[in-house]
Nanobody
Framework: QVQLVESGGGLVQPGGSLRLSCAASGSIFSFNAMGWYRQTAGKEREVVALLGSSGSTNYADSVKGRFTISRDNAKNTMYLQMNSLKPEDTAVYYC?????????????WGQGTQVTVSS
C-alpha cells in the first residue's frame, strides 16, 4: 500500500516562505503524475501544482511565479517551495500521486498539512 506523508506546514507572515515535503513509502518512480492541492473550509479542493513523470510542471494562476514543485527521486520525496506567501494561500495542503495499472488509475492522498499565512 502506497502512503504519502506531508510535512512542513505552519504559521508564516505574509511575504514569507515555506517548503512542504511529501514523502512516499515507496519509489516515486511508480507515480505517473504527482501534485499539490489545497482546501479551505467550505470550498472544494483545488489544484496548486502538478508534476508529470517527464518533469513537466503546471501551476494554478494564483501561485505562478511564487510556488515551485519539484521532486528528489533518491529521497522519494516531492516538494512545494512557497515564496511570497499571501493570506489567501492559507489552507490545508495535500500531496497527491497517481498510478496507472492497466486500465485503472489509482489515486493516493496524504493526510494534509496546515499552512496559515497571517501577521
Amino acid at each position: 500500500q502506497v502512503q504519502l506523508v506531508e510535512s512542513g506546514g505552519g504559521l508564516v507572515q505574509p511575504g514569507g516562505s515555506l517548503r512542504l515535503s511529501c514523502a512516499a513509502s515507496g519509489s516515486i518512480f511508480s507515480f505517473n503524475a504527482m501534485g499539490w492541492y489545497r482546501q479551505t473550509a467550505g470550498k472544494e479542493r483545488e489544484v496548486v501544482a502538478l508534476l508529470g513523470s517527464s518533469g513537466s510542471t503546471n501551476y494554478a494562476d494564483s501561485v505562478k511565479g511564487r510556488f515551485t514543485i519539484s521532486r528528489d527521486n533518491a529521497k522519494n520525496t516531492m516538494y512545494l517551495q512557497m515564496n511570497s506567501l499571501k493570506p489567501e494561500d492559507t489552507a490545508v495542503y495535500y500531496c497527491n500521486g497517481g498510478i496507472w495499472a492497466g486500465l485503472k488509475y489509482y489515486n493516493y492522498w496524504g493526510q494534509g498539512t496546515q499552512v496559515t499565512v497571517s501577521s
